[in-house]
Nanobody, 123 residues
Framework: QVQLVESGGGLVQVGDSLRLSCVAS????????LAWFRQTPGKEREFVAG????????YYADDLEDRFTISRDNSKNTVYLRIDSLEPEDTAIYFC????????????????WGQGTQVTVSS
């Protein structure tokens, strides 16, 4: 069983940068595909970025690649999401997800989820 714990969220200003972290335990981290999703009230959870087990394959949701950067450090069992030039529309709960399979963009493909970290962008 894999446990995921996100951190790094908070209240920030428009234009700021933020780095979210997600630490995994209880499994073989280097075997896992990882992703970040986000969700706002009343909306479905949406894919933000994903990274394969090796880090060799990375995918971003449309229109996010310029400001979002996903990375992983297998030696620290950690996946990161850096967000630059934050916008009010980035306000959401950000979730880390893991899968022993291939990296995909669908919620249903991910078996393990963290509890989420709130990001609030103030204008």
């Amino acid at each position: 069983q894999v446990q995921l714990v996100e951190s790094g969220g908070g209240l920030v200003q428009v234009g700021d940068s933020l780095r979210l972290s997600c630490v995994a335990s209880g499994g073989t981290f280097s075997d896992l595909a990882l992703a970040w999703f986000r969700q706002t009230p009343g909306k479905e959870r949406e894919f933000v970025a994903g990274i394969s087990w090796s880090g060799g394959s990375i995918y971003y949701a449309d229109d996010l690649e310029d400001r979002f950067t996903i990375s992983r450090d297998n030696s620290k069992n950690t996946v990161y999401l850096r967000i630059d030039s934050l916008e009010p529309e980035d306000t959401a709960i950000y979730f880390c997800a893991a899968s022993p399979g291939r990296m995909t963009i669908t919620v249903e493909a991910y078996e393990y989820w963290g509890q989420g970290t709130q990001v609030t962008v103030s204008s």
